[in-house]
């Protein structure tokens, strides 16, 4: 075995032989143990400091504040309903449109109000007429009468003006009798003479018994004439009842004007539209839902607080509210209204406990808070969170 062979074999059993050796970089000197102990001991230190603060804060807010993260909120969300039956024939408004108090909503049909309106008038003048007539009539009624009062009451004052002239011949009759049949019976005059004044005496009595008839006669016609003033009664009735038909068709022509009248709906305040259900050319009766839109300017919170919770607030305690819309900003508002009873007594359905397994729930009370609107972001029905302070 030569040389060379020798060398190729010493190169395959260690193939790093030929290698240069690099020369390595100086390491740089150990810290000592103390050091490196006090830096990890000022760390954690000032870990726990943090946390110290943080719970700390966490715990003056939660005794200081109450927060509630069930939030929402609200407005007046105003429904428009139809109060007549009647076709669609314009919907001026959609869903997001600003509308002004005054501004139409929508406007329903209303030819066939229109037309039993104009029908009601004609029959309101109809009775009008007779009413007039029937006055008329018994104007005249009243005006003959009192013509016919007048002639009877003459009559009666002629009658006895007769009887009384019949009496006083009747009585001149008798005093001329007497003395003639004194007479007579002294054989002074003949007996012709006391016949013809028996026979003028008795014609004295009936002409009195004639006129005394005349004037219950008179009497009887004066009274059959003021029996005539009932009929002035009769007519006044008819006027009466004419005048009740006209009351109930005068309501009745009231009424169907308010009912022209809406078939124009109108906004009565200003809004925002939230939500529109029907559309021009449909038929709507009494209740339909037209519409709900609210006032953005009139928005608050309603939130549901803890029973445990519940002592620690009062009316006009401050409140910030944050809005998941705009987590950066927050609104101020504070407690306007406190709930007089918990949330599960207005429940659907209740929940009694009548097998006496009893599992002890914490109650919520609902509150009201009010917010200042800014620049119209607040809308109903946005979740909030709700920071109310119980120490101011």
Same mark, same amino acid.
């Given at each position: 075995?030569?040389?060379?062979?020798?060398?190729?074999?010493?190169?395959?059993?260690?193939?790093?032989?030929? +290698?240069?050796?690099?020369?390595?970089?100086?390491?740089?000197?150990?810290?000592?143990?103390?050091?490196?102990?006090?830096?990890?001991?000022?760390?954690?230190?000032?870990?726990?400091?943090?946390?110290?603060?943080?719970?700390?804060?966490?715990?003056?807010?939660?005794?200081?504040?109450?927060?509630?993260?069930?939030? *929402?909120?609200?407005?007046?969300?105003?429904?428009?309903?139809?109060?007549?039956?009647?076709?669609? !024939?314009?919907?001026?408004?959609?869903?997001?449109?600003?509308?002004?108090?005054?501004?139409?909503?929508?406007? !329903?049909?209303?030819?066939?109000?229109?037309?039993?309106?104009?029908?009601?008038?004609?029959?309101?003048?109809?009775?009008?007429?007779?009413?007039?007539?029937?006055?008329?009539?018994? $104007?005249?009624?009243?005006?003959?009468?009192?013509?016919?009062?007048?002639?009877?009451?003459?009559?009666?004052?002629?009658?006895?003006?007769?009887?009384?002239?019949?009496?006083?011949?009747?009585?001149?009759?008798?005093?001329?009798?007497?003395?003639?049949?004194?007479?007579?019976? *002294?054989?002074?005059?003949?007996?012709?003479?006391?016949?013809?004044?028996?026979?003028?005496?008795?014609?004295?009595?009936?002409?009195?018994?004639?006129?005394?008839?005349?004037?219950?006669?008179?009497?009887?016609?004066?009274?059959?004439?003021?029996? $005539?003033?009932? $009929?002035?009664?009769?007519? $006044?009735?008819?006027?009466?009842?004419?005048?009740?038909?006209?009351?109930?068709?005068?309501?009745?022509?009231?009424?169907?004007?308010?009912?022209?009248?809406?078939?124009?709906?109108?906004?009565?305040?200003?809004?925002?539209?939230?939500?529109?259900?029907?559309?021009?050319?449909?038929?709507?009766?009494?209740?339909?839902?037209?519409?709900?839109?609210?006032?953005?300017?009139?928005?608050?919170? #309603?939130?549901?607080?803890?029973?445990?919770?519940?002592?620690?607030?009062?009316?006009?305690?401050?409140?910030?509210?944050?809005?998941?819309?705009?987590? #950066?900003?927050?609104?101020?508002?504070?407690?306007?209204?406190?709930?007089?009873?918990?949330?599960?007594?207005?429940?659907?359905?209740?929940?009694?406990?009548?097998?006496?397994?009893?599992?002890?729930?914490?109650?919520?009370?609902?509150?009201?808070?009010?917010?200042?609107?800014? +620049?119209?972001?607040?809308?109903?029905?946005?979740?909030?969170?709700?920071?109310?302070?119980?120490?101011?």
């Amino acid at each position: 075995m030569n040389i060379v062979t020798g060398l190729r074999r010493e190169e395959q059993a260690n193939p790093f032989r030929g +290698e240069v050796e690099q020369p390595s970089e100086p390491r740089p000197p150990a810290r000592p143990i103390w050091r490196r102990r006090a830096v990890r001991n000022g760390a954690l230190a000032l870990i726990l400091l943090l946390a110290a603060v943080a719970l700390t804060a966490w715990l003056v807010e939660r005794w200081s504040h109450v927060a509630i993260s069930d939030s *929402r909120i609200a407005a007046h969300l105003v429904t428009v309903s139809s109060e007549v039956s009647g076709r669609v !024939i314009e919907m001026p408004v959609m869903v997001g449109d600003t509308v002004g108090k005054g501004d139409v909503l929508a406007r !329903i049909d209303r030819e066939q109000a229109r037309l039993a309106l104009a029908a009601l008038d004609a029959e309101i003048a109809a009775i009008e007429a007779e009413q007039e007539q029937l006055r008329a009539q018994q $104007e005249m009624t009243r005006t003959q009468l009192a013509r016919k009062i007048e002639a009877g009451e003459a009559g009666i004052t002629a009658a006895q003006a007769t009887q009384k002239a019949s009496q006083a011949v009747m009585h001149a009759a008798e005093s001329r009798f007497r003395r003639v049949q004194l007479l007579a019976e *002294r054989k002074v005059i003949a007996d012709q003479e006391l016949e013809q004044v028996e026979a003028d005496l008795a014609t004295a009595e009936q002409q009195e018994h004639s006129a005394a008839a005349g004037v219950v006669t008179a009497k009887a016609n004066l009274a059959v004439t003021k029996a $005539e003033e009932a $009929e002035i009664g009769v007519l $006044e009735r008819q006027i009466a009842v004419l005048e009740a038909q006209k009351s109930a068709r005068v309501a009745e022509r009231d009424r169907q004007r308010v009912e022209v009248g809406q078939g124009e709906i109108d906004a009565g305040f200003s809004g925002v539209v939230d939500a529109t259900f029907v559309d021009a050319g449909e038929y709507v009766s009494p209740g339909t839902r037209l519409l709900i839109y609210h006032d953005p300017d009139s928005v608050w919170i #309603d939130a549901n607080v803890k029973e445990t919770d519940f002592r620690r607030l009062k009316i006009g305690a401050p409140a910030h509210i944050t809005v998941d819309a705009y987590p #950066d900003r927050v609104f101020t508002g504070e407690v306007i209204r406190l709930g007089e009873a918990a949330t599960s007594e207005f429940a659907l359905l209740p929940s009694p406990n009548p097998s006496g397994n009893f599992t002890k729930v914490t109650q919520r009370l609902p509150i009201r808070i009010s917010v200042d609107q800014e +620049e119209g972001l607040l809308r109903p029905g946005m979740m909030v969170e709700v920071s109310i302070d119980v120490l101011d």
